[in-house]
């Protein structure tokens, strides 16, 4: 925190001194206390200026996801409260899911710099490349009916398409269920995971994804032609940290509707409107089998209607598709 606040203070005057006795006032510390953050800080990257009599000088910050940087400006009162920062991780879903079950806030959020095991769905592995991307995850407790759960990834892939649009100035679209595309092409995916005691949620683990300054030449052979970044689309980089405030300031409120109206059926319009599934020929594989079809719409419940080449409508639960 104390961190996050001499941050804040440091970058409210770019270019400028900021004395260190203005900072003991304001957060209440001593001079030696003050210093020694400022040196925590250097060591991880942040070029300060110390000039005796004059003060400390913010010259340039690295693009870091730490809390403190998450935590400087982000406006939300739910998510990110609590923040959790690892350099180097197996897979945040894994820390995120432990630290529910012993009892961590929701909103708390795990990110990491790099995932040494980042998951897909199904087994599939997740490219998680140090330091270009935002490979985080979000502990959510929602009072709701276990069938419930599979809608919490339309409704953080309806405030990812409209973060990563926000931020890219490009439309990015929802492909249902959990992948944001920029034309064809992955920029970001999700992965729900849950625990639940009888029919009710104990709790959720909101895994997301997102390219951000991957140069397209680092991805793997196998997905070179199917993933994107922010930093392609953009054609810039962009302070991861921003991304990281950008996307739970658009999935709060949405989230907060979402369990106030306990569902997603008031939801359905924003989903429509990020979607460039509906209309499409589609294929679907399910764990029943492939289904063919034009994809013609989503009910209130989140599951996706399907027009086989029988013409017959088909309900799909869960799938991987294609089109
Ligand atoms: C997903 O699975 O899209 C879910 C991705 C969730 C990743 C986050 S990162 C934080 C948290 N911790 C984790 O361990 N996971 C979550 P799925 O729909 O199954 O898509 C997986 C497929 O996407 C792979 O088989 C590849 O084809 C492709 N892929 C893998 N890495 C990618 C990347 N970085 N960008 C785009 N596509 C990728």
Redesign the pocket.
């Known amino acids: 925190m104390m961190q996050s606040s001499i941050l804040q203070m440091l970058r409210e005057r770019p270019g400028d001194f900021v004395s260190g006795e203005a900072m003991c006032n304001a957060l209440g510390v001593s001079r030696t206390a003050i210093w020694k953050h400022i040196k925590d800080l250097q060591d991880t990257g942040y070029q300060i200026e110390a000039v005796r009599n004059k003060g400390y000088r913010l010259l340039s910050a690295p693009d870091l996801v730490t809390a403190a940087e998450i935590r400087d400006g982000l406006t939300t009162t739910l998510f990110g409260q609590s923040i959790v920062f690892r350099p180097t991780i197996d897979?945040?879903?894994n820390l995120a899911q432990e630290l529910a079950n012993n009892g961590a806030l929701e909103g708390t959020l795990v990110i990491a710099d790099e995932?040494e095991?980042?998951?897909?769905?199904?087994g599939?592995?997740?490219?998680?490349p140090p330091r270009s991307?935002v490979?985080?995850?979000l502990i959510l407790r929602p009072q709701l009916p276990l069938a419930h759960a599979p809608q919490i990834t339309l409704v953080t892939a309806i405030a990812l398409a409209k973060a990563l649009t926000r931020l890219t100035g490009e439309r990015a679209g929802i492909k249902w269920p959990?992948?944001i595309l920029f034309g064809k092409k992955?920029?970001c995916?999700?992965?729900t995971e849950m625990s639940a005691e009888f029919d009710q949620i104990h709790h959720l683990v909101v895994?997301?994804?997102i390219?951000v300054n991957?140069a397209q030449a680092d991805?793997p052979k196998?997905?070179q032609d199917?993933?994107t970044s922010l930093r392609a689309v953009k054609g810039a980089t962009l302070p991861r940290a921003k991304v990281v405030q950008t996307v739970l300031e658009e999935l709060e409120p949405l989230y907060r509707q979402y369990v106030e109206n306990g569902g997603f059926g008031t939801l359905r319009e924003d989903w429509k409107q990020m979607n460039i599934t509906l209309g499409k020929e589609i294929v679907a594989h399910t764990a029943q089998g492939t289904i063919r079809g034009r994809a013609l719409d989503i009910d209130e419940f989140g599951v996706l209607l399907v027009e086989d080449q029988s013409g017959e409508q088909k309900k799909i639960y869960s799938a991987?598709i294609m089109f």
């Open positions: 897979s945040t879903n995932q095991q980042g998951r897909g769905r199904r599939r592995n997740w490219y998680s991307g490979w985080m995850s959990n992948d992955k920029c995916g999700i992965l895994g997301i994804g390219n991957v991805f196998e997905i199917i993933a991987d």
